[in-house]
């Protein structure tokens, strides 16, 4: 089934969920690209299909789903109700967009290093970067790969 989600966690920032990989759905898959100018002729023939699981999954056992809720990362296109896609397998680099935990809470943010120390920045001007410290209970949770959001 086409994103199934099965919700495992719900807290007051991020909600997780679990994928459903029992079943596919193909979907019809323009493979040319879609034009952002004039359509081409070729746009008729959608000879392909597309399974959104396998398309967007690469590591099945640690991927997960998550609900976004607030708006700390408005500017990097994550809104509120957006659907995150996790891999747990991956391991975060500079600049990657995480779920992170800390201090008892998720949270998602864009990772920085830095010389002599490690911040999650957000994407909205009316919130500040966290400093991480010796003294936060910290963990980069997961590496996020996808967003899917409602174009309207």
């Known amino acids: 089934m086409l994103m199934k989600l099965t919700r495992i966690y719900q807290s007051s920032v991020i909600d997780f969920y679990s994928p459903d990989f029992s079943t596919e759905l193909l979907l019809?898959?323009?493979?040319?690209?879609?034009?952002?100018?004039?359509?081409?002729?070729?746009?008729?023939?959608m000879e392909l299909s597309l399974d959104l699981n396998k398309a967007l999954v690469r590591h099945p056992a640690a991927t997960f789903y998550a609900r976004v809720k607030g708006s700390s990362m408005i500017d990097a296109g994550i809104r509120e109700g957006d659907i995150?896609?996790?891999?747990?397998?991956?391991?975060?680099k500079d600049g990657d967009i995480a779920i992170c935990f800390l201090?008892?809470?998720f949270t998602v943010k864009r990772i920085i290093t830095q010389e002599d120390a490690l911040l999650l920045m957000p994407a909205n001007e009316e919130f500040t970067p966290i400093r991480i410290t010796a003294e936060?209970?910290?963990?980069?949770w997961g590496v996020v790969t996808?967003?899917?959001?409602?174009a309207r």
Not at 136 to 140: E, M, R, S, T, Y
Not at 146 to 150: A, M
């Open 103 to 105: 201090d008892g809470e």
């Open 136 to 140: 936060n209970d910290f963990l980069v």
């Open 28 to 45: 019809p898959f323009a493979e040319a690209g879609v034009s952002a100018g004039f359509p081409s002729p070729a746009d008729d023939y």
């Open 84 to 92: 995150l896609v996790i891999d747990k397998s991956l391991d975060p």
């Open 146 to 150: 996808y967003i899917i959001h409602k």
